[in-house]
């Protein structure tokens, strides 16, 4: 790669002569790693001009790089980083090494660290039974459509899509498409102006958070639930309480008096799968009614319904623009994507409009239009009908599976889903059967960080097959069953 003149800068307080100084610039560069093996330096002359120094002395430093094997000369090509250059650090020019002087827990003054979550494997791939939720499954995803798609973001017709600004506005065709194919889907109907887009959904529940709560406030969430939105209320500063779920999801008759936000995952509830009746769901916006208080419906994976079809919707029995619905294409798609929406009474949506424009204007416009594309001609949902296939046969073969184990299935969806909630015997902590799991090429995700409070059951675990292949999940579950044993 080309190294360019701009990246160079005189230090006039060196203690040196000016060649010995370019001499470091370039070496120490090398060293940390900066300039890397086949980098084509400045030529002599561009770079004595950018400096404004002789020529004569660039090329002497250049000369005594050479002889170190620092640099390397190619007969009318120029000077570039050595393929042998050498590896060991040299001695800092002036004696002393960066010291950081700053008391950070004086400075911080709001701490963002130490919250529960699950741990992602950042190369899951290369274990040989990752039931790891969440995750993309390659062969289920087609690259090709996605790349023309890409493409065709990128041509002269879509120029502005790639270039402009749209400040607090979102990729036209892709809120078209969201509203008149992926909402009436859940029953929803909504105008653009009730729509906005998101960096995935985790940043439209903070986005909601912020806006509807404060000091003095009362938001509900489901125990166990989704581990970020504590994190997420947390930073508003205020009252939390966590209602525990049963079998038919979170119960209206738990919730407390005072409340002023009731954040839920109604379909497939975050982690037990568990999918909240109707009868359940209109006593829930009764109950909203008449005490007054906002839901945030987390609806985050919807498509996966292949067994039944999908209950409506809370937003869609909503009738007095109490829901605040959450969807996201990152669970569906892939979850680098980041790409998600908020449906909303208009006075909300112009107050997370503004706050968005506020934080990061708007989610990057030739994402946004690709997107738009995949979804329109038609390439996700033949992809959206291949994963459903899939999920459903892999499922079936983790269910027989689990059934010779010692493993109860604690939740599973009654519309489908990506997978399981499994309970373990009392006394297995599963945070240390995962780590042991791990060691066998088994991923799994520990069950703690759903809960809340400290005494909380560390027994469970979800248990995905969205990201290991049918032929795997046998042994991976026969691992599994032996690590328990073995515990």
């Known amino acids: 790669m080309p190294l360019v003149e701009d990246t160079f800068f005189l230090d006039p307080n060196f203690q040196g002569s000016l060649q010995n100084q370019i001499r470091q610039i370039v070496a120490s560069a090398i060293l940390a790693g900066r300039f890397q093996a086949g980098d084509k330096l400045p030529s002599s002359r561009k770079l004595a001009l950018h400096l404004g120094i002789s020529r004569i002395t660039v090329t002497l430093a250049y000369h005594e790089l050479v002889a170190d094997d620092y640099i390397t000369s190619a007969n009318r090509s120029g000077y570039f980083v050595s393929e042998t250059a050498p590896t060991a650090p040299l001695p800092p020019i002036n004696g002393e090494m960066f010291k950081d002087r700053v008391d950070w827990s004086r400075a ?3 701490s963002f660290t130490g919250a529960k979550k699950v741990k992602k494997k950042f190369n899951w791939r290369s274990y040989p039974y990752p039931f790891m939720c969440g995750q993309p499954d390659p062969s289920l995803f ?3 459509h996605w790349r023309l798609c890409a493409l065709q973001a990128l041509g002269k017709k879509e120029f502005d899509s790639l270039t402009s600004d749209y400040a607090e506005q979102d990729d036209p065709e892709l809120v078209n ?11 929803i109907l909504a105008r653009p102006e009730q729509i906005l887009v998101t960096v995935g959904a985790q940043n439209a529940m903070w986005m909601a958070a912020q806006i509807l709560l404060g000091v003095g406030s009362v938001a509900v969430h489901e125990n166990p639930g989704y581990y970020g939105i504590t994190e997420v209320l ?3 500063g205020c ?10 999801g979170l119960p209206p008759d738990g919730l ?39 839901i945030v419906e987390d609806d985050y994976e919807f498509e996966m319904s292949f067994l039944n079809a999908p209950s409506p919707a809370l937003k869609s029995l909503d009738k007095d623009g109490r829901v605040i619905y959450i969807g996201s294409f990152s669970k569906s798609l892939f979850p680098g994507l ?6 909303a009474s208009e006075p909300f949506i112009e107050q997370a409009r503004a706050m968005r424009l506020a934080i990061l204007r708007h989610p990057p416009g030739n994402i946004q239009r690709t997107t738009a594309f995949f979804l329109g001609l038609g390439h996700y949902d033949a992809m959206i009908k291949r994963m459903r296939n899939v999920f459903s046969k892999r499922r079936k073969v983790m269910d027989t599976a689990l059934q010779n184990t010692c493993l109860k299935i604690a939740g599973r969806a009654s519309y489908g889903g990506s997978n399981f909630w499994v309970e373990a015997p009392k006394g297995i902590d599963t945070e240390i059967l995962a780590a042991r799991l791990e060691q066998n090429g088994v991923l799994i995700e520990a069950g703690a960080p759903f809960f809340n409070g400290e005494d909380t059951p560390d027994n469970f675990f979800r248990l995905a097959y969205s990201s290991i292949k049918s032929e795997k999940i046998p042994e991976g579950i026969r691992l599994i069953a032996n690590a328990i044993d073995d515990y």
């Open 177 to 187: 498409f969201i509203a008149r194919h992926t909402l009436p889907r859940r029953g």
């Open 234 to 236: 947390r930073h508003t």
């Open 108 to 110: 911080v003054q709001r």
């Open 239 to 248: 009252t939390r309480h966590a209602v525990d779920v049963d079998d038919l």
């Open 256 to 294: 407390p008096d005072d409340l002023d936000v009731l954040f839920t995952t109604p379909s497939h509830q975050c982690p037990t799968m568990t999918t909240m009746p109707m009868q359940r769901r209109h006593a829930l916006l009764q109950l909203a009614r008449e005490k007054d208080f906002l």
């Open 338 to 343: 980041r790409l998600g929406y908020m449906v």
């Open 142 to 144: 087609n690259q090709a």
